[in-house]
């Protein structure tokens, strides 16, 4: 677990010092800037929140784990083991996904109204984040069960990868049956009724599809890097 840990800070500050987190935030801080304005109900200006920051943690994860060249990845992989070594890099996709949920959240619920979408109801502050802090990790989680299953050691081809990861967002966020849609849906639909539901079942999904993800990646890396 501590040489996770390590792992896990060396592609943080790795992903840092790259500048490879800069097209994500982009991408992140351009579907919010078109998505949400000052004044729009809160829960509805969440639900963009969270869903925008899902293909942003799909493409994370791609940066991190395909950032170091084959020669250090194969230093990493005799140090301390394949599988913890791709783990990290998948983490720390996701923890930098969660930071730019986490800070959007915060922006997002001072600017947006604490009332229903048509007007006609308050809606608690407090309890709002609460719901969006679900959504957001449940879409961060499924951008990164995206990325880890879209990229390498899975798929080597770059074009092939980032046509999965392009695609996989779009199938996690559309697909009723994906936590990341339950969880948007949740926000959207309590936000028309003017009350704030906690999408805990969305969230344990969520949990539960990344660590199958990155269990499948990480079994995969053991055995061809």
């Known amino acids: 677990m501590r040489a996770t840990f390590a792992l896990t800070r060396y592609q943080l500050a790795l992903l840092v010092r ?31 929140v969270a869903a925008a920051l899902l293909p942003t943690a799909a493409w994370l994860v791609r940066s991190c784990v395909t950032a170091e060249p084959q020669a250090a990845r194969h230093c990493a992989a005799a140090a301390a083991g394949a599988w913890r070594a791709h783990l990290a890099g998948v983490a720390a996709g996701g923890v930098a996904a969660l930071l730019f949920g986490c800070a959007a959240l915060g922006v997002t619920a001072g600017v947006s109204a604490p009332r229903s979408t048509d007007g006609s109801a308050a809606v608690p ?29 899975l798929i080597r081809s770059r074009g092939y990868a980032v046509a999965a990861t392009l695609l996989g967002s779009v199938a996690a966020l559309a697909l009723g049956a994906s936590p990341a849609n339950a969880a948007v849906t949740g926000l959207v639909s309590g936000s028309a009724r003017g009350e704030v539901q906690l999408p805990w079942a969305a969230l344990l999904g969520a949990v539960a599809v990344a660590a199958l993800a990155a269990t499948a990646a990480c079994a995969v890396a053991a055995r061809r890097e």
Do not use: F, H, K, T
Request: contains cysteine; aromatic residues 4%; hydrophobic residues 55%.
């Open 125 to 153: 502050l407090l309890p709002a984040l609460g719901a969006g802090l679900c959504g957001v990790l449940a879409c961060a989680l499924m951008g990164a069960a995206v990325g880890a299953l879209g990229n390498r050691p």
């Open 18 to 48: 790259s500048q490879r987190w800069l097209a994500p935030l982009l991408l992140y801080a351009g579907l919010l800037a078109v998505g949400v304005r000052a004044g729009q109900p809160v829960l509805d200006s969440l639900g963009i």
